[in-house]
């Protein structure tokens, strides 16, 4: 089971942390379903499977469906077929911009500050935030 999640995970290229900050999961909880000390609940595993856009069932190991042939998303709505929630590629975006290894950030020639990186992010939240408001007009 654990080896779904960290194969679903690794495919967005994120780390437990995005993933942890964007399900509201504890990391600790990822980390002993890893070291395999604990199976996270019903709840964090339908958290889970919502952020990745797959079902309980694939989760668990008890079907066969790829992420991209899920039909739910976080909350549990509906979504095309094929589409994948906004989440997932803002936190995948936040992770690289997070993380140092991924290589040095410029901006305009120089490395972006600790400060223009935080500026970075919180347009980004915002962006989306407008975007749901936006979305739930139509």
């Known amino acids: 089971m654990y080896e779904i999640y960290d194969k679903l995970r690794a495919e967005k290229k994120l780390t437990n942390y995005a993933v942890s900050k964007a399900t509201g999961i504890n990391q600790s909880v990822l980390s002993n379903w890893k070291n395999g000390r604990h199976v996270p609940g019903i709840a964090a595993l339908q958290a889970i499977a919502g952020f990745f856009g797959v079902?309980?069932?694939?989760?668990?190991?008890?079907?066969?469906?790829?992420?991209?042939?899920?039909?739910?998303?976080?909350?549990?709505?509906?979504?095309?077929?094929?589409?994948?929630?906004?989440?997932?590629?803002?936190?995948?975006?936040?992770?690289?911009?997070?993380?140092?290894?991924?290589?040095?950030?410029?901006?305009d020639g120089k490395p972006a500050s600790e400060e223009a990186i935080e500026s970075l992010k919180n347009a980004i939240q915002f962006g989306v935030e407008y975007a749901r408001k936006v979305n739930s007009q139509h």
Not at 76 to 81: I, K, P, Y
Not at 94 to 106: A, E, F, Q, R, V
């Open 55 to 107: 079902s309980l069932d694939y989760l668990l190991g008890r079907a066969h469906e790829s992420a991209s042939d899920a039909a739910t998303e976080p909350g549990g709505g509906a979504r095309a077929s094929g589409s994948l929630p906004v989440e997932a590629h803002i936190e995948q975006v936040l992770s690289l911009l997070s993380d140092s290894k991924n290589g040095t950030l410029m901006l």
